[in-house]
């Protein structure tokens, strides 16, 4: 097998190189603000500087008079215009009854999401008005000339915090700010487990807030064209079929007369899912002067205002018996959704969190309560990961601490709970899920044989000698990916969650294949080219792939939930299915011969038994196109399009060591091994597989030792900027060790599962094992995240003084 064959000989599987990155590494790719329209004008906003403020009065009367100013649009403009103007989040979406998992919360607090904070701003950065002008600084200096009169309220933070009686409530209908209080699983169950246990062990934690960073901040350019009356906006969107539906809704503006276009997207991670009001605000200002206006987001705005993730306060505790084998688990949990219930933010704590919970593990008895609080703070939703870093932060931790309290090799413990290969596919759990297909322990033994994992164990132990402190920390999870179905009753938030393919074989024998799903850096032109290509039998070079637009690509959903491999790219194989049916009818009318005849190999139609005489996919779309030749009947052409909507998602895993040495002096934590190995079934790129990988790992490092959104007792961002919040660069993060096993899912005809998440969910339980591990002799138990090396030095203190 060479890098340009995959495993069959083919091109599906192959190691490709990205078609894409010559463009993207060259600065040739088109970002949405590389992109210019005549007459277009710019649009800044108006941010509350508060936590948490009653807006008295806006008054825009000097911005107005400005002479480059062309519009300046405030709550009241909002408020006497006919808009809807608030944001959707899906929990307004999905009636309840329909609620896309049986054990969603029963009842939610959904208030309104306006697009311009009327009397009160909810969080810091929240728009209260917006400017447009004829260029961006004027635009941006004309903000400070609207006076806005604020009276500051008291303001939260803490999700736990939020709902004590004392907090103050952002909303009248919610007094302790609770926006759903969730529970799921067997309670009974559980205290039995509790009773019976030879051992319990139990962790209070704080997952903190992250806040994601793509190089590319949001960017829009709405154009209203009065004569069509089309709405173009390019913006920078992981799912643009999603977008064009939730600002049909808020604008009250026909979906089919918007267009979404997402140009070259410079990475998403989660933030560009959402629905937001600056999109919004940039179109409704194009729609009011009738010319394009282009809104770029400035890093500290994209720090106040786009969601934040994780957010969690947890006390958690398990039950044992004393052979280390898992009998109940229960987790009572505070998440912070933020001033407003963003886009998906009751689905992360609950269906990617809480159901997620048991992890790989065979967990018997579990009871999980999420309190989803309101908090003055943006808005938390999907982010790389999204819930499952924190549900397996909190049971690996616990089966850490169990291991040294039982005097278990941390490997060993989790061998005895991994839910065993022969109870796949589709093994139930605890969490209500259905997990497809597994082999767990197989990443573990690989990962420990590429760590050398007995070697550093003994090693570990003579180096204590030398005052030196070597940890070894494990961590192995599953995760949710390949969301689908879009029908309720499994997780999946609507409108949709299926994923459509057009392939059009054009006259010459060429294929352009169309995509409803949009990446921002994850490759998908090479590998649904890859897809296509296969399975059509044609050469790769051959095939391009569209994307990121609603006029081209009929419907979509998007890249999010590592799904479009899974959904997409099944898709993408079901409309070639379909070609290369039609292809045989026209390849049997050409010879003469019975369909059943007929052969379809490696691009070439024959007779069953005289290969010497056939004829090639690329002749046979000519001839479809020419419409000469083809049976009677026949409809020229030879297109094809699939809505492709799976039974079920598919679950992913792997196992992460992680190998660190630490200074107990100064808590500064050094690299010595980092091994990841992953199981995400079939591949169709192992180099993109791999990519994604190394990519997941930085993500999830990042808040394992330097990463935190802080707030301060005002609700104010102190972490506002690039200054103040320590993303790792490339010097801090080790050489990863990288590989995969291959356990195909039963759900898909491909046998994939997604892998754009993998890396970052067990990244920082990794870390902190390690961490912890290696300061055993201190008595440290627990180190919180991220492990900066004040943190570190100060668990050393206090375990010291145990
Ligand atoms: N792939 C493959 N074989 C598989 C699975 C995936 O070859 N079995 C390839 C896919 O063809 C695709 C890539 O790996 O090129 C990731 O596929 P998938 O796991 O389906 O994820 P999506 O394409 O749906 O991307 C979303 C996912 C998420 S949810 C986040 S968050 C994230 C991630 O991708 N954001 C990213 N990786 C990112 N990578 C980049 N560069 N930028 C982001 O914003
Ligand atoms: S957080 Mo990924 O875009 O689902």
Redesign the pocket.
């Known amino acids: 097998m060479t890098d340009d064959e995959g495993p069959d000989g083919g091109v599906l599987g192959a190691a490709l190189d990205r078609r894409e990155d010559p463009s993207l590494l060259t600065g040739e790719a088109k970002y949405t603000d590389d992109i210019t329209h005549d007459g277009m004008l710019h649009m800044s906003v108006v941010r509350c500087p508060y936590g948490h403020a009653k807006v008295e009065r806006v008054d825009a009367s000097e911005a107005e008079a400005h002479e480059d100013v062309e519009l300046v649009l405030t709550p009241e403009d909002l408020a006497e215009s006919d808009l809807p103007g608030t944001l959707e989040s899906i929990g307004m979406m999905v009636p309840k009854e329909n609620w896309p998992m049986e054990a969603g919360p029963a009842e939610m607090f959904l208030p309104d999401y306006p697009l311009l904070a009327g009397d009160r701003a909810l969080h810091q950065g929240h728009p209260v008005a917006v400017v447009v002008a004829t260029d961006r600084y004027v635009a941006n200096d004309a903000t400070e000339l609207v006076d806005v009169e604020y009276e500051r309220l008291d303001a939260v933070a803490n999700p736990a915090e939020a709902t004590e009686d004392d907090a103050p409530a952002l909303y009248e209908g919610a007094p302790d700010n609770v926006i759903f209080d969730w529970e799921l699983g067997d309670p009974e169950a559980v205290d039995e487990a509790f009773e019976s246990a030879d051992h319990t062990v139990d962790i209070e934690l704080e997952h903190p807030r992250v806040i994601p960073d793509?190089i590319e901040p949001r960017a829009t350019i709405a154009d209203f064209d009065p004569l069509t009356e089309k709405l173009t906006v390019e913006m920078t969107s992981?799912n643009p079929h999603h977008h064009r539906l939730w600002l049909s809704n808020t604008l009250d503006y026909p979906e089919h007369k918007i267009r979404i276009v997402a140009p070259e997207?410079g990475?998403?991670?989660?933030v560009?899912i959402h629905h937001y009001p600056e999109e919004a605000l940039t179109s409704w200002c194009s729609m009011e002067l009738e010319r394009p206006v282009k809104w770029v987001q400035k890093r500290s705005e994209a720090h106040m205002t786009d969601a934040h993730a994780r957010g969690h306060v947890t006390e958690a505790s398990m039950a044992l018996d004393d052979d280390g084998t898992i009998l109940g688990l229960q987790a009572d949990t505070h998440a912070a959704l933020g001033a407003y219930v963003s886009t998906h933010a009751p689905l992360i704590p609950t269906g990617s969190y809480g159901m997620m919970l048991p992890g790989p593990f065979d967990v018997p008895a579990m009871r999980v309560n999420v309190i989803g609080t309101f908090t003055n703070t943006s808005p938390v939703d999907?982010?790389?990961?999204?819930g499952q870093p924190e549900a397996t932060f909190v049971i690996q931790r616990l089966l850490e601490m169990a291991a040294r309290d039982l005097d278990i090799d941390s490997a060993e413990i989790r061998r005895r709970n991994f839910i065993p290969p022969e109870e796949f596919p589709y093994a139930e759990t605890v969490g209500n899920m259905v997990y497809d297909s597994g082999d767990y322990e197989k990443t573990l033994e690989k990962a420990l044989e590429i760590a050398d994992y007995d070697q550093y164990r003994q090693r570990q132990k003579e180096l204590r000698d030398e005052d030196r402190y070597v940890g070894i920390g494990i961590a192995s999870f599953v995760e949710l990916?390949?969301l689908g179905p879009s029908k309720p009753g499994v997780p999946g938030p609507l409108p949709t969650f299926h994923e459509s393919s057009l392939i059009r074989f054009h006259p010459s024998g060429t294929v352009t294949a169309y995509s409803g799903?949009a990446?921002?850096?994850?490759?998908?032109k090479?590998?649904?080219a890859q897809v296509v290509a296969e399975e059509l039998g044609v050469p790769y070079e051959d095939v391009e792939v569209i994307q990121g637009d609603t006029d081209q690509v009929p419907q979509g959903t998007?890249?999010?939930?590592?799904?479009?491999?899974?959904v997409?790219?099944n898709a993408m194989a079901k409309s070639a299915e379909k070609i290369v049916e039609k292809a045989t009818k026209i390849a049997a009318h050409q010879f003469e011969a019975d369909e059943d005849d007929v052969v379809f190999e490696d691009g070439e139609f024959s007779i069953k038994g005289a290969p010497e005489r056939s004829i090639s996919m690329a002749e046979i779309a000519h001839e479809a196109h020419q419409a000469n030749a083809i049976p009677d009947g026949m409809e020229p052409g030879l297109d094809a399009t699939t809505f492709f909507d799976p039974d079920a998602p598919t679950i992913?895993f792997g196992s992460q060591v992680c190998i660190v040495e630490v200074d107990p002096e100064s808590g500064e934590i050094d690299f010595l091994e980092y091994v990841a190995v992953d199981d995400?079934?079939?591949?169709?790129?192992?180099q993109?597989?791999k990519g994604?990988i190394h990519?997941?790992i930085a993500q999830g490092l990042g808040p394992a030792l330097f990463e935190e959104g802080k707030y301060d007792d005002n609700a104010s961002l102190v972490s506002g900027t690039l200054m103040d919040y320590a993303l790792p660069k490339a010097n801090q993060l080790p050489d990863y060790d990288v590989e995969c096993t291959v356990t195909p899912s039963p759900t898909n005809e491909l046998g994939?599962?997604?892998?754009?998440?993998a890396g970052t969910i067990p990244a920082p339980t990794a870390l902190v094992n390690a961490v912890v591990d290696a300061l055993e002799p201190f008595g440290v138990d627990h180190v919180e995240l991220p492990a900066t090396p004040e943190k570190v030095w100060r668990a050393v203190e206090k375990g010291g003084e145990q």
């Open positions: 793509a992981q997207v990475g998403g991670f989660g560009k999907a982010y790389r990961g999204a990916t390949g799903t990446d921002q850096g994850q490759g998908h090479t590998a649904f998007g890249a999010f939930a590592s799904r479009s491999a899974v997409g790219g992913p995400c079934g079939e591949q169709i790129n192992p993109i597989v994604q990519g997941g994939l599962k997604g892998i754009g998440e």
